[in-house]
């Protein structure tokens, strides 16, 4: 069974300009989570989509981020204009159930975006 | 407010050299506490959930127990294959929370 799948893995850019990121969950799973990770930190979450309805954004900058969810399968995380701070490894998450977890309580994680920002 | 906390941040082993890491939490109501391994340029991979005080589980040379306050992982006679970030996450509402981790490196 295939993974979660995420590209870029690796993207640098300057201050000021745009950047998107992909991920494609598993095969059938509704939820998907955008989560941030900062160096030396655990993952923070961003946004959970539940089908194509993003259901918790509340930790999503929304004056330069954005996401989306079509068609409730891949989903693209933007941020425009990008700043210094933004420099992480963007997760993207998928799960099986609506609580969440799936019955085994697991989020499966791709292996990440890492963003530079110069 | 929920908070999940590790230590220590970092921990160096010999090969064999048996150790604990830590994960105290305050959240009410805990719906389940989760450990995950991050390697290096990864996704973290999910290793167990613990549901209620007095649970333990175990994979290899991990084993994971639950109390109502902290959770810990005991690694048993580690190897260098066992050198990663462990991190440890309990389950809000649609949601989990990560602690910062623990990163081991075990010295062969």
């Known amino acids: 069974e295939a993974g979660v799948v995420q590209s870029p893995r690796y993207k640098i850019i300057e201050k000021k300009q745009p950047v998107a990121f992909w991920c494609n969950p598993i095969s059938g799973h509704n939820t998907l989570y955008w989560y941030l990770q900062n160096l030396g930190q655990g993952p923070e979450l961003l946004i959970r989509?539940?089908?194509?309805?993003?259901?918790?954004d509340s930790q999503l900058p929304k004056d330069r981020f954005s996401a989306e969810r079509l068609k409730g399968v891949d989903s693209t995380l933007k941020i425009q204009p990008a700043e210094l701070g933004d420099s992480a490894v963007y997760l993207c998450a998928s799960s099986l159930d609506l609580t969440g977890a799936s019955s085994t309580g697991e989020l499966f994680f791709g292996e990440g975006s890492r963003l530079t920002v110069l | 407010e929920d908070q999940v906390t590790q230590s220590p941040e970092a921990l160096r082993l010999q090969e064999g050299e048996s150790s604990s890491l830590n994960c105290s939490y305050t959240v009410s109501g805990l719906r389940g506490l989760f450990w995950y391994r991050q390697d290096p340029g990864k996704g973290p991979e999910f290793l167990f959930t613990?549901?209620?005080a007095g649970e333990e589980k175990e994979k290899e040379r991990l084993k994971a127990t639950l109390t109502k306050k902290e959770s810990f992982l005991h690694i048993t006679a580690p190897k260098p294959e066992d050198s990663a970030t462990y991190l440890c996450a309990v389950q809000l509402p649609y949601k989990l929370s990560f602690g910062a981790g623990t990163t081991v490196t075990v010295r062969a």
């Open positions: 613990l549901y209620s």
């Open positions: 989509y539940e089908n194509e309805e993003a259901v918790d």
